[in-house]
């Protein structure tokens, strides 16, 4: 359903992307992977389209999205968390999703059941309590959720997961990955960054490993804890 | 304010307003009153684009002076009819905010705020090199006659800028409590979340700034009558565009209210001074008046109030 092709990207000097090719397919669970650095961030940027690839081309659904702008991108069932959370700081965690809920669904701005599906939205990352509350009255954690909550609401096809885990307890993490695998049991491909990778290895079918903004291995978990040159990057020369 | 009863407290405003030169008849009432509610209309305009979307434009006076320079041309030189001058020149201003946004607002705030600066050197400089705008000299106004129900002039354009604030807070209001102003905010706030969320925010901003443009043009365009003769160092004046944002930010940005408070409370101080003292005081007033509210009450006046009363005090949608 996502097929990018050479994508490459340098900002200044450091080359953060070099010609990776990234296919997601229909439904799948994809693990990708990578020191700190490697590159797995600015790729999800570049599919969601808050950075622009500088060669290569994106291809979503058949459908050449390299020139889209992001939110044709999210109308078009691409959503994405941010690992470093965006909250919109002016407004409660209850209209920051409602946000997308009218802006990509098309939900109706002022409706008591447009607050009510985000409502619903909350519950299911557990934050339905504080609803009513700003950002800057939550933890860095609780706005994971949040951010996970809004890339929900879009009703994406293709979920990108920026470290939705990071700083989880493991039975948190246990229940957000049962959340993922019910919503992939649906249709979704979930698209799962992640250093935790008793999380990542468990929850994917085929796992992308990049190493200095190059693809370096890519395979069924299985392999990939097995390959050599993943080791390698991990644990350094 | 109940948002059902929002279009009768609008008509009811502007009956109040038509009405009020029949009953009161009071000439410098009327001559300081419209210099006050062109701030209000200005600044309500300004805060549609600067308040939602926080991209600051100094260059209200860019889109002001094209009203008046549009109106005024219209009127003198090819006699067209005051009520289509005015929409003329709201129209131009209009496409002027396009031209501006098309060229800064796909880019970072910042660079919004200088196109506006530049642009008012701009404005001015070709109305300077243009011997049918009057060049240096300006233009004197041939002034139409008021219409029977108005003693003069003066109450019949302090009718007009009254109905001009009045629409113009109603649209705001609207905009406040519609998936624009939604998404205004949202990109405030964060533009990349924001677009990633779907909110279209090039588009966006461009809406504000062509509709701020067009009010602020509208505005303009009844100055010349007002004032009689225009010229382009008045016109093209940055204190204009500087009184508008400190307005603002001193009554509340980014709430419907805040402008139209700022406006009328640094307005009527202004009026009064420049009576009892000098009107050379006028943007001394308003700086002294940002440097204090920036220290001591960054949510203005209506931050203050919401505070006394125990309201919120920003401008987000529930
Ligand atoms: N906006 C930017 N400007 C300049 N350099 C950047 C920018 N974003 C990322 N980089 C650089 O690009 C490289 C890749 O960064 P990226 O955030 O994609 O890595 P990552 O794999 O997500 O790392 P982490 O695991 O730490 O999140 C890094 O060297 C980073 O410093
Ligand atoms: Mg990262």
Redesign the pocket.
């Known amino acids: 359903m996502l097929d990018a092709k050479g994508v490459t990207k340098n900002?200044?000097g450091?080359r953060?992307l070099s010609d990776v090719d990234f296919r997601v397919e229909k439904g799948e669970r994809l693990g990708l992977i990578?020191p700190?650095?490697?590159?797995?961030?600015?790729?999800l940027s570049i599919i969601a389209g808050t950075i622009r690839t500088d060669k290569g081309r994106l291809a979503y659904k058949g459908r050449d999205i390299t020139r889209v702008s992001p939110h044709k991108r999210a109308k078009l069932g691409i959503g994405r968390t941010f690992?470093i959370p965006k909250p919109l700081s002016s407004m409660t965690l209850l209209d920051n999703v409602i946000v997308p809920l009218v802006f990509i669904r098309g939900l109706h701005n002022k409706d008591g059941e447009t607050s009510d599906v985000a409502l619903e939205l909350l519950q299911q990352v557990g934050l339905s309590a504080k609803a009513s509350l700003r950002p800057k009255q939550l933890t860095q954690l609780e706005l994971r959720e949040m951010e996970l909550a809004r890339a929900l609401a879009g009703k994406p096809e293709l979920l990108l997961l920026d470290?939705v885990l990071a700083g989880l307890t493991s039975g948190e993490a246990d229940d957000v990955v049962e959340l993922l695998r019910g919503l992939n049991g649906r249709g979704i491909a979930i698209v799962m960054?992640e250093?935790i990778m008793r999380a990542v290895m468990g929850f994917s079918q085929r796992i992308v490993v990049?190493d200095f903004?190059v693809k370096i291995a890519e395979g069924d978990p299985e392999e990939i804890s097995n390959d050599p040159e993943v080791l390698k990057a991990y644990i350094g020369e | 304010m109940k948002r059902n009863l929002a279009p009768m407290y609008l008509l009811v405003s502007l009956a109040f307003g038509a009405i009020l030169p029949v009953f009161y008849k009071q000439p410098y009432f009327y001559f300081a009153s419209y210099i006050v509610l062109q701030y209000v209309a200005l600044s309500v305009a300004w805060n549609l684009l600067g308040g939602y979307g926080g991209y600051l434009n100094f260059g209200t006076s860019a889109f002001f002076g094209v009203g008046a320079y549009v109106s005024a041309y219209l009127f003198n030189s090819l006699g067209i009819p005051e009520v289509i001058a005015i929409l003329a020149a709201g129209a131009v201003s209009a496409l002027f905010g396009v031209l501006i946004g098309y060229s800064s607002l796909r880019l970072r705030g910042v660079y919004f705020a200088i196109a506006t600066l530049a642009a008012t050197t701009l404005v001015q400089s070709i109305v300077l090199n243009t011997p049918a705008l009057g060049s240096a000299v300006g233009l004197y106004i041939r002034f139409p006659a008021a219409p029977a129900i108005y003693g003069n002039l003066i109450e019949l354009l302090f009718v007009a800028m009254f109905g001009i604030s009045v629409v113009s807070i109603g649209l705001s209001y609207w905009i406040e409590n519609s998936w624009i102003g939604r998404g205004l905010m949202a990109l405030r706030d964060d533009e990349q979340a924001a677009e990633t969320l779907g909110v279209p925010t090039f588009r966006l901003k461009l809406y504000a700034n062509v509709l701020s443009g067009f009010l602020m043009g509208v505005v303009g365009s009844l100055y010349p009558l007002y004032i009689g003769y225009i010229e382009p160092y008045s016109i093209f004046d940055l204190g204009i565009s500087f009184n508008v944002f400190v307005m603002t930010f001193i009554g509340g940005i980014g709430t419907w209210q805040g402008p139209i408070i700022g406006a009328l409370v640094l307005g009527s101080i202004q009026q009064a001074a420049s009576v009892t003292v000098t009107s050379q005081y006028n943007l001394a007033v308003v700086a002294a008046a940002m440097l204090v509210f920036g220290i001591f009450s960054p949510g203005g006046l209506k931050g203050i109030f919401s505070r006394l009363f125990g309201k919120r005090s920003t401008g987000t949608v529930n």
């Open positions: 900002f200044g450091v953060a990578g700190n650095g490697s590159g797995k961030t600015t790729l690992q470290e960054v250093h990049l903004g």
